[in-house]
């Protein structure tokens, strides 16, 4: 039996490829509606493209939005035309570092051992990792969900250095991304559980403190039935985070 541990939950929004200098008033109104959020009820963070987060931090200084990046680099520095490293993100104000995203993995062939090197990439920045995991729709539909998501968490997290504040796993089925369909709450809360075990198979107490995040396709209509499973502390939201308003209806969840 995991041993019960309260966790904070944490509502991050992923901007992906989505997001001008302009975008600043979302924050700007999304903060202003979370004045009433009490501080203790979630945390909130929000990753936009990198070009945009040493702005969107100075925006969100003195509120309760922290920033973060969607990709780094693993290696500290070198030849890699186009990329940033953990340092260079972590300057512009980001505090978490998304890494392993699906999107990543699709586009860019990430494999589960560069997603692990640019989580230590992170943690060496002292910025937090959100490491993504997340089986296709041909890979449910031959049953191997929890195989394929064993290997990933398996192989994907950092090796050392990892603690439950520095670390969040991210459970996002690809087919669930952008398309409007979620899994069931049954298949949810049994993936999260799944993870969870991993989680304390690899880091022992402290993988019962680790925040798991439920993404794709989170809207504030079904927001609180996916934040009421067993084991999911949050959610990794995309289309949704981009309008404060849509953004506000999900966080609200834990008002
Ligand atoms: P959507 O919320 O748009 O489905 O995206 C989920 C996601 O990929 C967040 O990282």
């Known amino acids: 039996m995991a041993p019960s ?3 904070k939950p944490i509502i991050a929004g992923n901007w992906k490829m989505n997001g001008l200098q302009k975008s600043k008033s979302e924050v700007t109104k999304l903060a202003k509606r979370m004045e009433k959020l009490p501080t203790r009820a979630c945390d909130v963070l ?10 969107l931090s100075q925006t969100a200084k003195g509120t309760q939005i922290a920033i973060g990046a969607q990709d780094c680099h693993q290696n500290d520095s070198g030849a890699h035309t186009g990329d940033l490293s953990a340092a260079m993100v972590k300057e512009a104000g980001a505090k978490w570092i998304i890494v392993g995203h699906s999107e990543r993995r699709t586009d860019h062939g990430e494999t589960d051992k560069v997603v692990a090197a640019k989580a230590i990439a992170a943690l060496g920045q002292k910025c937090g990792a959100i490491v993504c995991v997340g089986e296709t729709l041909k890979e449910r539909k031959a ?3 929890l195989k394929v998501i064993s290997r990933q968490v398996r192989n994907s997290l950092p090796k ?9 796993l991210a459970y996002e089925p690809v087919w669930a991304i952008g398309t409007g369909l979620t899994p069931t709450l049954d298949q949810i809360r049994e993936v999260h559980a799944f993870i969870r075990k991993k989680l ?3 880091l022992g107490d402290e993988g019962a403190k680790v925040r798991i995040l439920y993404g794709g396709s989170v809207k504030p209509a079904n927001a609180s039935d996916i934040l009421g499973v067993e084991d999911v502390d949050g959610a990794l939201v995309g289309g949704a985070s981009l309008k404060a308003s849509d953004f506000w209806g999900i966080i609200k969840t834990y008002a």
Request: proline share 7%.
């Open 200 to 202: 304390i198979t690899a």
């Open 5 to 7: 541990v309260r966790r």
């Open 143 to 145: 049953k191997d969900t």
């Open 160 to 168: 050392e250095g990892a603690t439950a504040k520095n670390l969040i």
């Open 46 to 55: 929000i990753c936009p493209p990198a070009t945009i987060i040493a702005t």
